[in-house]
């Protein structure tokens, strides 16, 4: 499949697995990334430390496109601040946009997140706007000059996969730019599903950071990204709504 | 005083250059925000931290 590129804000990419960086061990960036296939990676900002840490940027192999969050955004104009910083760092201008207004269940504040997208892409960022699938709210985002779509599937860091799917499915036939799932996808079958329902790429990182062996998850995601993705271009036969339908011949039987 | 990333310290004289240097920070993997504005890199050398400034002094982390 290789004409089959995933393009955002007219850069393409190969893969479809989106690899977050959090709670996991630097020391696995490297090895996740590379197995996982993946082409772009999150970041969060925030206070430097001043002891001369390690830093992750050194663990990221090059190549990969990052793709810095606002995390501990409460509302747009944090997002943008944060975004600013982001993109001083001299790391490029994709920009997830994450607002959230409290801490219990992480969901995106939908309103703010359409503000922020149109502040920063008016200021020349790629903005992938991180959501609560709403119709309406993605059709806004896109009005705003977002790149891609990115709804929820189930609360951050749940792992409890596609809550939202049906929501999900309406973003996906409804608006005309890349839908990417992103939070709350805990398994690899979710990440097909996902894929085969016609999600343009996957964003995991809690699935991967809680697994026991995070290199082989990051294979297994890879795998059922590339499955779904192949499913959904190949086109899923269809469901019968009651009935059977032989897979054998209904002549030559074995009888008088 | 300079307020940097919540914290009060008397480097007020200190160059960014000379500042960030000192404290130990990697110039190459920071931003810098100085009274609510981005700080070019290419401003530190010139620019001198007066009382009463506010610094944020940010990098990139793991995240999702």
Not at chain 1, 131 to 149: F, H
Not at chain 1, 172 to 192: F, H, N, R, T, Y
Not at chain 2, 50 to 59: P, R, Y
């Given at each position: 499949m290789n004409n089959d590129k995933l393009i955002i804000g007219g850069h393409e990419f190969n893969s479809r697995f989106i690899l977050g960086s959090g709670k996991y061990s630097l020391n696995l960036i490297e090895a996740a990334v590379k197995v996982a296939g993946a082409e772009i990676i999150t970041l969060a900002v925030r206070r430097a430390n001043t002891k001369e840490q390690e830093?992750?940027?050194?663990y990221i192999p090059n190549g990969v496109t990052l793709l810095p969050n606002t995390s501990g955004a409460r509302n747009a104009e944090e997002a943008v601040r944060i975004a600013k910083l982001a993109r001083?760092?001299?790391?490029?201008?994709?920009v997830k946009i994450e607002i959230m207004r409290d801490t219990k269940y992480l969901l995106?504040?939908?309103q703010e997140t359409i503000k922020a997208t149109e502040v920063l892409a008016n200021d020349g960022f790629v903005v992938m706007p991180y959501m609560y699938p709403d119709l309406n709210v993605a059709r806004d985002l896109k009005n705003a000059g977002a790149a891609t779509i990115m709804p929820l599937a189930s609360p951050i860091g749940?792992?409890?996969g596609l809550a939202t799917r049906d929501f999900i499915q309406i973003l996906i036939d409804e608006i005309d730019l890349p839908i990417i799932v992103d939070a709350g996808i805990g398994?690899?079958?979710?990440?097909c599903e996902a894929m085969e329902m016609g999600a343009a790429a996957i964003m995991a990182n809690t699935a991967l950071a809680t697994a026991g062996n995070l290199p082989l998850m990051a294979a297994a995601f890879r795998q059922a990204i590339e499955a779904g993705r192949n499913a959904y271009l190949a086109g899923l036969g269809r469901v019968l709504t009651r009935g059977a339908s032989?897979?054998?011949?209904l002549t030559g039987f074995l009888r008088d | 005083m300079v307020k940097i990333n919540g914290e009060q310290l008397g480097i007020d004289g200190y160059s960014m250059?000379?500042?960030l240097l000192s404290a130990g920070y990697d110039i190459k993997r920071v931003a810098v925000e100085l009274n609510g504005n981005i700080l070019p890199k290419a401003d530190y050398d010139e620019t001198l931290l007066k009382d009463g400034d506010s610094l944020e002094v940010v990098s990139f982390v793991g995240g999702g």
């Amino acid at each position: 499949m290789n004409n089959d590129k995933l393009i955002i804000g007219g850069h393409e990419f190969n893969s479809r697995f989106i690899l977050g960086s959090g709670k996991y061990s630097l020391n696995l960036i490297e090895a996740a990334v590379k197995v996982a296939g993946a082409e772009i990676i999150t970041l969060a900002v925030r206070r430097a430390n001043t002891k001369e840490q390690e830093n992750i940027l050194d663990y990221i192999p090059n190549g990969v496109t990052l793709l810095p969050n606002t995390s501990g955004a409460r509302n747009a104009e944090e997002a943008v601040r944060i975004a600013k910083l982001a993109r001083e760092l001299g790391c490029g201008n994709f920009v997830k946009i994450e607002i959230m207004r409290d801490t219990k269940y992480l969901l995106p504040d939908n309103q703010e997140t359409i503000k922020a997208t149109e502040v920063l892409a008016n200021d020349g960022f790629v903005v992938m706007p991180y959501m609560y699938p709403d119709l309406n709210v993605a059709r806004d985002l896109k009005n705003a000059g977002a790149a891609t779509i990115m709804p929820l599937a189930s609360p951050i860091g749940s792992n409890k996969g596609l809550a939202t799917r049906d929501f999900i499915q309406i973003l996906i036939d409804e608006i005309d730019l890349p839908i990417i799932v992103d939070a709350g996808i805990g398994k690899p079958s979710q990440a097909c599903e996902a894929m085969e329902m016609g999600a343009a790429a996957i964003m995991a990182n809690t699935a991967l950071a809680t697994a026991g062996n995070l290199p082989l998850m990051a294979a297994a995601f890879r795998q059922a990204i590339e499955a779904g993705r192949n499913a959904y271009l190949a086109g899923l036969g269809r469901v019968l709504t009651r009935g059977a339908s032989a897979s054998d011949p209904l002549t030559g039987f074995l009888r008088d | 005083m300079v307020k940097i990333n919540g914290e009060q310290l008397g480097i007020d004289g200190y160059s960014m250059t000379e500042y960030l240097l000192s404290a130990g920070y990697d110039i190459k993997r920071v931003a810098v925000e100085l009274n609510g504005n981005i700080l070019p890199k290419a401003d530190y050398d010139e620019t001198l931290l007066k009382d009463g400034d506010s610094l944020e002094v940010v990098s990139f982390v793991g995240g999702g």
